[in-house]
């Protein structure tokens, strides 16, 4: 059974920081590439930072230079460390694996910035 678990989220104030983590199991973890989504109210959801394989990373232009992504392949967890927060940060946080067409999510985990 593959689970993907993300913890990590909470409420912050505007300028501060918070580190997702997502602990994944039931796949070969080195395999699969590895990304972050989030999803407003209201909005869609978007790709915020991915990380390949090969470690090679990408991430959307809003968070470039705050977040950044990082995987510890011996421990089956991703990471995202989020700085300079602000409101528009505010979402769901979802894990995400994918290797070829197969495609697993977590449940997600709330992040709200906020004064």
């Known amino acids: 059974q593959v689970q993907l678990v993300e913890s990590g989220g909470g409420l912050v104030q505007p300028g501060g920081s918070l580190i997702l983590s997502c602990a994944a199991s039931?796949?070969?973890?080195?395999?699969?590439?590895m990304a972050w989504y989030r999803q407003a109210l209201g909005k869609q959801r978007e790709l915020v930072a991915v990380?390949?394989?090969?470690?090679?990373?990408n991430y959307v232009d809003s968070v470039k230079g705050r977040f950044t992504i990082s995987r510890d392949n011996a421990n089956n967890t991703v990471y995202l460390q989020m700085g300079s927060l602000k409101p528009e940060d505010t979402a769901v946080y979802y894990c995400?694996?994918?290797?070829?067409?197969?495609?697993?999510w977590g449940q997600g985990t709330q992040v709200t910035v906020s004064s």
């Open positions: 039931g796949i070969i973890f080195n395999m699969y590439n």
């Open positions: 995400f694996a994918q290797r070829s067409v197969t495609k697993y």
């Open positions: 990380i390949f394989r090969d470690g090679t990373t």
